[in-house]
C-alpha cells in the first residue's frame, strides 16, 4: 500500500462490528467480561480503547513500526518515552528541541536523577565524544524547531547502534509523510500530533511508535502505568486529520515554497531558514531522507526592525503557537513557544530574539505574500520615521 493510500485505509480503517467506515468513538472506561478475565480485548480505557487502538494501529503502519501508542500530547509521549530510563542514565540530546522538551530533560527529568549532554546533532563529529559509559540513547529533532536544522538520521543511526544505544527522533515537523526515522534505522519515532498529523488546530495529542518489539512491550508498560493516555473523541478527530495528511503536506510545501521565494529576495529580510533552499547547509541531507521540505519557515527581519511589531501587525496570518495546521501560524520563538530556555542557552544554539517562525498554511499564497508584504512595509516604514 502506497504511503497515501496508507493515511486513509492503514491502521483500523473501519469498524468490524456495523461496517462503518469511520472507526466510532468509544466512550467508554471499561469493558463487561464474560467471565474472569475472558473479554473481547479491553479491560479497561487507560489500558486500551478501540478508538485509539485504531489511531495507534494507523501511525505503527504509517511509520513502520511494530506498536503505536497515543498520549494526550507530545510532551505526555516525550516523558513517557523518557521513563524507559532510570536514575544514572545519561541521554545525548540535540542542541535546538522543542522549548518544552528542554523544559521537561531541565526541570522534571534531571531532578529524578537522568543526565543530558546537549549537542548539535547537524555535525555528525559532535556525537561519540559525548557517548559516557553510561549513555543510553540519542534524541533529536530533523528538521529542528524553529532553526530546522538537519541531522543525517541513519548516520545517527549508525553511530548510535555502534554504542549499543537507542536512536529516538521527533519526527512531529517533517511528518511520516515526507520522513520516516524507523526506515533509516531509528529506534523508536515520536509526534507532536496537536500538529501536521491532527492538522486543524483542534486537538493536542501525541503519538510513538517504535522498531522493536521489546521496547515495544516496554512503551506499552509505561504508558499504561503513567496514564497519560489520548481519550477516545481525541483519537477519532486525529485519525480523521491523517486521512488527509497527504494532500496537506503536498499544499503545505507548495506555499512554503512561494513563500521562501518571496521572503529570500525581500530587502526587510536578513535570513531565511528553509531546508528546500539550496544555500540551507542541511539541503542535500534533507534531499537524501526526506521526500519533501514542509511547511515550517524561519527567518530573521534586518538589524533594527522589530519581529515583534512585524507579527502585531500581520491581519490574515494568525500569531499563535503551534504549528502544521490549515490556518498560517506564525510566532517568535523567543518569547512563544521557546520562552521557557534561558537566554543564554537559546543564543547558544542560534535561536535569536529576532527570530520568526512561520508555519505557512492553506490558504491562497498571493494572500499570504500580501499580508506579510504589509506587515514588513510597516516596520520598514516605522523604523524610516
Ligand atoms: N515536539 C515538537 C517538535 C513540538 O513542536 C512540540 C510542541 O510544540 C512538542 C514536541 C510537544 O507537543 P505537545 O504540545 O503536543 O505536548
Known amino acids: 500500500m502506497n504511503l497515501k493510500t496508507a493515511l486513509i485505509h492503514g491502521g483500523v480503517s473501519r469498524d468490524k462490528a456495523t461496517g462503518a467506515v469511520n472507526v466510532p468513538i468509544y466512550q467508554t472506561s471499561t469493558y463487561k467480561q464474560e467471565k474472569v478475565g475472558v473479554h473481547k480485548g479491553f479491560e479497561y480505557s487507560r489500558t486500551g480503547n478501540p478508538t485509539r487502538f485504531a ?14 501508542f497515543a498520549f494526550a500530547s507530545g510532551s505526555a509521549g516525550t516523558h513517557t518515552i523518557f521513563s524507559l530510563f532510570s536514575q544514572g542514565d545519561h541521554i545525548i540530546v540535540g542542541d535546538d528541541v522543542y522549548g518544552g522538551t528542554y523544559r521537561l530533560i531541565n526541570s522534571v527529568l534531571k531532578r529524578l536523577g537522568l ?7 547537524s555535525d555528525l563529529t559532535t556525537i561519540e565524544p559525548a557517548i559516557l559509559p553510561e549513555t543510553k540513547a540519542v534524541f533529536l529533532e530533523s528538521p529542528t524547531n524553529p532553526l530546522l536544522k538537519i541531522t543525517d538520521i541513519q548516520a545517527v543511526a549508525e553511530i548510535a547502534k555502534k554504542h549499543d544505544l537507542i536512536t529516538i527522533v521527533d519526527n512531529t515537523f517533517a511528518t511520516p509523510y515526507h520522513q520516516r526515522p524507523l526506515t533509516l534505522g531509528a529506534d523508536i519515532v515520536l509526534h507532536s500530533a496537536s500538529k501536521y498529523l491532527g492538522g486543524h488546530s483542534d486537538i493536542v495529542a501525541g503519538l510513538v511508535t517504535t522498531s522493536d518489539s521489546q521496547i515495544a512491550e516496554q512503551i506499552g508498560f509505561l504508558q499504561n502505568a503513567i496514564g497519560g493516555i489520548l481519550g477516545p473523541q481525541d483519537s477519532w478527530i486525529l485519525q480523521r486529520g491523517i486521512k488527509t495528511l497527504g494532500i496537506r503536506m503536498d499544499a503545505h510545501e507548495k506555499n512554503a515554497a512561494a513563500i521562501v521565494e518571496y ?3 525581500h530587502a526587510a529580510i536578513e535570513k531565511v531558514y528553509y531546508p528546500g533552499l539550496e544555500s540551507h547547509v542541511g539541503h542535500e541531507i534533507a534531499k537524501k531522507q526526506t521526500s519533501g521540505f514542509g511547511g515550517m519557515v ?15 501587525k500581520l491581519e490574515l496570518i494568525t500569531l499563535a503557537e503551534s504549528l502544521g495546521a490549515v490556518e498560517s501560524l506564525i510566532e517568535i520563538p523567543a518569547l512563544m513557544t521557546h520562552g521557557s530556555i534561558p537566554k543564554e542557552d537559546r543564543e547558544k544554539s542560534g535561536v535569536k530574539d529576532e527570530l520568526v517562525r512561520f508555519s505557512v498554511g492553506l ?12 506587515a514588513l512595509t510597516h516596520v520598514s516604514s516605522s523604523m524610516e520615521g
Do not use: C, M, P, R
Not at 489511531?55 to 503505536?68: F, P, T
Open 55 to 68: 489511531v495507534e494501529e494507523l501511525i505503527k503502519d504509517i511509520e513502520g513500526g511494530v506498536k503505536g
Open 298 to 312: 524561519s527567518f530573521e527581519l534586518k538589524e533594527g526592525l522589530s519581529a515583534k511589531a512585524f507579527v502585531e
Open 115 to 121: 543526565t543530558f549532554t546537549v549537542v548539535d546533532t
Open 363 to 374: 490558504e491562497d499564497a498571493e494572500d499570504l505574500i500580501a499580508d506579510l508584504e504589509q
Open 263 to 265: 521572503l529570500d529576495n
